[in-house]
């Protein structure tokens, strides 16, 4: 279905495409309706403020004792899939996953795979990969499915296709599905969407899907989704391929209990989804259903450099709820398609340096007012301002310093003349003779004042030092300095 | 293709990160214990939580009906019936099965699942009105049906047709998920799946407008059965 390319992008054009997003009205009052629509069903969730604050604190205790234990657990992991009958595979970076994935296709001799919803899919690009050689992959979470048609990514990690209208839907709908006339009505479109797919999932030779949570102990895949096409997706082809990003085991399978609560709170404001898919092995000898094939790939794809510095790796906190960009006032103006990467909005600002590079990615961590609010609503409690303030830093660092666990692309905006000016003002106000040198001069020399001045005219009026100084007008007051 | 190298690197990677102090998985539990102690309905009696389990299924337009163990086979055989199913997958070795079986006029079939998967997918997915399960449990909390498909009712029963139809009893509803997972022993023995139910499948995916019947079944029928009841007259 679709085998051309998917519309690739770069974060490094971040700019342009934020100008461009600024200017779409109509994406500004689809995005701002959603937004509303989110933060009024995530606070519906949370009416008692210190149950959502102790909820909080032990998500954040869970999810930091399993990245405190992180390589022994995915050993123990990996040991309890084995004895269960499923293959585990180590991809270091994108390329290894997608080619894990192609070879089992192969000696499959599989033409198509049917996909539940999975972002680390949509990391390494496999529908892309896999088409170059020949196997179609299909989206088939509604919102997924919706953005393939479109040829389009997904704009946000929870609902794919936030960014449409039921009108484009039902364009995209009339124009790709045989048969089904153009509306706007949500349940003829969902209808119809269903009966596209339900043969995809009959007739798929694989299926893959993300993971919401792993125990360690049980070996034991925990699925979060409202459809049920997470379900089929891994029950009714021969084979199914779990693909995880290595941060998502947990010890005990009793620790997901608070995680998958506040998941499914923050992210749709639901007590719970309509199914919660346990997986726990391949079919058994007896059962008339399920995969007879099972695998599990672990992707890395940089999230050892998030867990290699103490700070940085509270990133790898996160369970993909999205409430951070429901609730940031940069995301709700841009989109997710501004970013340019995967994981979009404060999560997205925070993962992608590591995933990409600080080359790639430098401009995204500078595209926030640090307002806060993406930490307030973090079900488990990632600090993401400071770890923006933190990004900032490394994509300022000199290149060519030496510290413990360098990032990717240390430096990407780095400035010899900026860290002049740094350097000159740390010093000049650690000096109180050269301070005042400096205001002295500043003050007589306002009219010299550059009308250009770099990033900061770019949307502002530029800065010019005002005629007396707030120490002279002290003074003249009969007021100390 | 995943060598034992990239396995060795990646493992490696981690171990040599600075090491964070590991806090005590025992404490953890016990925290996690502590949180849930006093949840609303951890003291509720099996009438008490079926009434909570039926106002939260209603709410998601799961149609529930509760009944004592004699009334709910003809009852349920009259809402088939009149739904116009034909076909019903239904597992007769379970006495529910075969009460109900029993209970369904000449016009309803039931079938069993015999055979594996791939042997009758497309009857399966195109000549099927409807599928029974008998839940292992219930947790009252959020209206969840606890599943353990097994080789008489596979995963698919309840997946696969447009219509679900669970029973539950009422002595086996847990107050929540927390409750559950211990009571049961989850963690000494998954099955291969294990697939808890909170209402028929739906999305909001198109403009976050709610629609039943994504993938899933579109409708669930819930019957409780009020055995405490029973016990009790």
Known sequence: MNARPMHFVSPADFRERVNEALQDQGLRASMRGAMDFLQAKRSSQFPDADELERLRDLGEAVRQHALANLPDLLVQFEANLQALGVQVHWAANADEANAIIHGIAQRRGARSIVKGKSMASEEVELNHYMAERGISCIESDMGEYIVQLAEEKPSHIVMPALHKTRAEIGALFERHLPGTPYTEDVDTLILAGRRALRRKFADADIGLSGVNFAAADTGTLWLVENEGNGRLSTTVPDVHIALMGIEKVVARLEHIVPLASLLTRSATGQAITTYFNLITGPRRVGELDGPREMHVVLLDNGRSQAFADQQLRATLQCIRCGACMNHCPVYERVGGHAYGT????????????????????????????????????????????????????????????????????????????????????????????????????????????PSSQLGWTRHRAPLVPAKRSLADLMRERGQAE | MSSMGTRESILGALRAAAPAPTPDSRALEARINQLHAHGALRNASPSQRAEVMERIMTSVRTEVLRCDAATWPALMADKLAQAGVQRLLLDHTTAEG???????????????????????????????????????????????????????????????????????????????????MHAEGWSAGMPTNLVLVSGPSKTSDIQQTLAYGAHGPAALWVVIVDDSLEAQA
């Open chain 1, 342 to 449: 995967t994981y979009p909005g404060p999560i997205g600002k925070i993962i992608s340096p590591h995933l990409l590079g600080l080359e790639e990615t430098a401009d995204l961590v500078t595209a926030s007012s640090l307002c806060g609010a993406c930490g307030e609503v973090c079900p488990v409690r990632i600090p993401i301002p400071e770890l923006l303030v933190r990004l900032r830093t490394e994509a300022n660092r000199d290149p060519a310093q030496q510290v413990d666990s360098p990032l990717r692309g240390q430096g990407a905006n780095f400035s010899r003349g900026e860290q002049l000016v740094w350097r000159f003002w740390s010093g000049a106000f650690a000096r109180p003779t050269v301070y005042r040198w400096f205001r002295w001069a500043a003050t007589r020399l306002r009219a010299f004042a």
């Open chain 2, 98 to 180: 075969a009460a109900l079986a029993v209970a369904l006029p000449q016009n309803v079939q039931t079938l069993p699942f015999s055979q594996p998967l791939e042997a009758w997918k497309g009857i399966l997915f195109s000549g099927v009105d409807a599928g029974f399960t008998l839940a292992r449990s219930g947790i009252a909390a959020t209206g969840t049906l606890v599943l353990a498909p097994n080789a008489g009712t596979p995963r698919t029963v309840s997946l696969v047709p447009p219509l679900h139809v669970a029973l539950v009893y009422a002595s086996t509803l847990h107050a929540d998920l927390h409750a559950a």
